[in-house]
């Protein structure tokens, strides 16, 4: 999950100068100078594909995804530790990708339709990967019936939590879902069916709204493929203590929420792989949501 953006650093970033002064009423003013230190990092989408079992329907394909980057270090964090691990962001989301991989792997029968795997970079720096992965995908991305999204999915809030940084922390049997209706009904029916159906997990929709003030919808990998008019669904645990903070370890994450979280994950994938027709696309994208 990224962070917003400020247009601050991006003017700081563009002009190396002063990005504001300020006129007071009485005619003193002040200017603000950021320096900024340019560093040019490559970086890569790591892609896999695995093969559906119907001879028509293995051109098309359930892309799944995940972003394997953090936020890095930072050497002025207060106390011994400055590297940012992100468990949670994304470490939960990466390592819950590699599972249904291995799960698909070691399944005896293939689904239908392939499935298409991207560990996405650069997410922390503004959805980087997965904006150049629609852009040059490495397949044919028309071909993508729909994208499943998990970008933290490990944390939970436990019982007598009063941190008020935790208030919106999803609980142990819950999980926030963002995007599965809005382009869709029958995306949206299959991944609530598949969950009701099997582990009934509290799918909690309230950041499912073109109108959410957090931003949810802009600040993960989803969104491009939204954008590239791919239906999506977004897993998501909610923001926590630990949020893009060094803290953010993996003694801390809920490995059994992760593994519900994934399996159901892996069963709405297999679900989607194996329909008839392809998830249609019912609704435009609200306007709200087609502007980052
Ligand atoms: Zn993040």
Known sequence: MAGESTDLAKIGATTGGPVASFAFADSKTASISVVTDFDRVTTQNVVALWEGSDPVLKNEMVAVGAHYDHVGTNPNAPGEDKIWNGADDDGSGTVAVLSIA???AKAKVRPKRSILFVWHAGEEKGLVGAD??????????KNVITQLNI????????EGDTNPKNKDLSGENAIYVIGSEMMSSTLGAITKGTNDAFLKMNYDYRYDDP??????????????????????VFWFDGVHEDYHQPTDHPDKIDYQKMEKVARTIFLTMWELSDLKERPKIDKQLPPELTQR
Request: hydrophobic share 35%.
């Open 132 to 141: 150049y992965f629609n852009k040059f995908p490495t397949v044919n991305i």
């Open 211 to 232: 109108k959410d003030t957090n931003r949810f919808f802009f600040r993960s990998d989803h969104f491009h493929y939204a954008q590239n008019g791919i239906p999506i």
């Open 102 to 104: 291995e799960a698909l």
């Open 151 to 158: 970008d933290m999915i490990g944390r939970s809030k436990k």
